[in-house]
């Protein structure tokens, strides 16, 4: 079911008194069995639309119910122009234009000038600094399987480089903290899992189709997991990496140490990404305690070391 399509079909029923279910199939190019479909979604999503049959019957949003365009506020266009806005960088398609257009044609022209000052104050871009070639075209395969209920298959780069070859149902794209992923039912787990995008390659959507079986949602917010998991450690770090560490921690957790240096309480768990990441650091940080992760952090630079004495 395309929102696009229940925009416009919103939009339609607002500016006409009543139209036919064959009139909004023909101007849709689909069945008037899924015009039928999208009225009962729309009733559903809080919007009463009643049909009446016969002569001159159709569709028709109940009197009482009725949108006047003056309803939305500067305040209210202005904060969905910047939303649909700040997608356009990282999903391309004419369902986002379509929705930009439509959401413009609300906006009053004495309120134009107003509205595009307010949007402007604020720039959201997701797109990454670095760009990945295949990121868009990966985009719109998996979204059209996902509209056709088509099966994808893909080879992925699990943990510790391990390449396997997946065959995944479809059912949902997630942008998180800028980078995109998947969400599909994998047949080789047996499970649903999470699929970032970059990992991907040789991408195909497959002619077989799926009939979507009961849906898990992904598990985006760990806070309170990582709570429980993550320790503190102290670590001394000079000032040029003090933005980068704060990426991680807050200013309170900083400490002056002479002029140049910080004394950090560090939040910390002991696994590969963690420790990457105090690496990635170089030699402008020093792990000072505890004892086991300062040991630990000397064998892997010995080990780093040694790859460069060859």
Excluded at 19 to 44: H, K
Excluded at 118 to 126: A, S
Excluded at 224 to 251: A, G, N, P, W
Aim: glycine share 4%.
């Amino acid at each position: 079911m395309k929102v696009d399509r229940l925009v416009s079909i919103i939009l339609i029923l607002l500016d006409k008194q009543r139209i036919g279910a064959q009139e909004l199939a023909n101007m849709f190019e689909v069945s008037p069995r899924t015009i039928y479909r999208d009225i009962d979604a729309i009733n559903m999503a809080g919007i009463p639309i009643r049909s009446t049959s016969g002569v001159g019957g159709g569709f028709e949003i109940m009197q009482e119910y009725k949108i006047d365009r003056n309803v939305f506020s500067t305040a209210d266009l202005s904060v969905l122009l910047m939303g649909l806005s700040s997608l356009t960088g990282m999903v391309r398609g004419d369902e986002l234009v379509h929705a930009l257009a439509k959401v413009k044609s609300f906006i009053p022209a004495e309120r134009a000038k107003d509205i595009e000052l307010k949007v402007n104050q604020i720039c959201i871009d997701l797109s990454p600094w670095i760009g990945i070639s295949n990121l868009q075209p990966y985009l719109e395969i998996i979204k059209a399987a996902l509209q056709e209920n088509k099966l994808l298959t893909l080879e992925y780069i699990a943990h510790h480089g391990n390449k396997t070859v997946r065959t995944i149902e479809p059912y949902q794209l997630v942008l998180k903290s800028t980078h995109w992923y998947l969400q599909g039912y994998c047949y080789e787990r047996d499970a649903f899992r999470l699929f970032r995008l970059s990992r991907m390659s040789n991408l195909q959507m497959k002619e077989e189709t799926f009939v979507p079986r009961e849906y898990q949602k992904p598990i985006l917010d760990f806070a309170e997991i990582l709570e429980t998991m993550q320790t503190k450690i102290k670590i001394r770090i000079h000032k040029s990496v003090m933005d980068r560490v704060l990426d991680f921690c807050s200013y309170e957790d900083f400490s002056p140490d002479g002029e140049e240096h910080y004394i950090v309480c560090f939040p910390f768990i002991e696994n590969e990404y963690y420790y990457d990441m105090l690496l990635s650091f170089g030699n402008k940080c020093e792990c000072l305690e505890p004892l086991h992760i300062r040991t630990e952090m000397k064998r892997r630079i010995q080990n780093i070391a040694t790859i460069y004495e060859r």
